[in-house]
């Protein structure tokens, strides 16, 4: 399949009543769609995420499925789910794969575009 095919869509909050910033402690959720705009059923198997805080210090996840799920999407439908991550500063940056699996079985890699994580006090 072509992963040209997989539309992610992402959007972000800061989490202010999770957050404890004079701990260093910035929580975000992340709101990811996924949409299959091809001909065929997609299964998503598994993420890897790299995650950068304005330190530089870089997080690497990867794990199986998303918020314990491994989803079969079906053409022209779309999966949503939303998931967090914890940072020591108030902005960042994640990005990643999604390694998927269509119908024959075969697995493929659709990237996860960089999107920031921002405090809303640092957008002015």
Known sequence: MNPDHINIDVKTQYLADQSEPQQEKY????TITIRNQSEENT?????????????DSVQEVAGIGVVGEQPIIA??????YTSGSVL???????EGSYQMR????????????????VHPERLH
């Open 27 to 30: 929580v975000f959720s992340y």
């Open 43 to 55: 299964q998503l198997i598994s993420r890897r995420w790299k995650i950068v805080d304005a330190n």
């Open 75 to 80: 053409p022209g439908d779309e999966y949503t």
């Open 88 to 94: 020591d500063t108030d902005t960042g940056t994640m």
């Open 102 to 117: 269509d119908n024959d079985g075969n697995d493929y890699d659709v990237i996860i575009p960089t999107f920031a994580l």
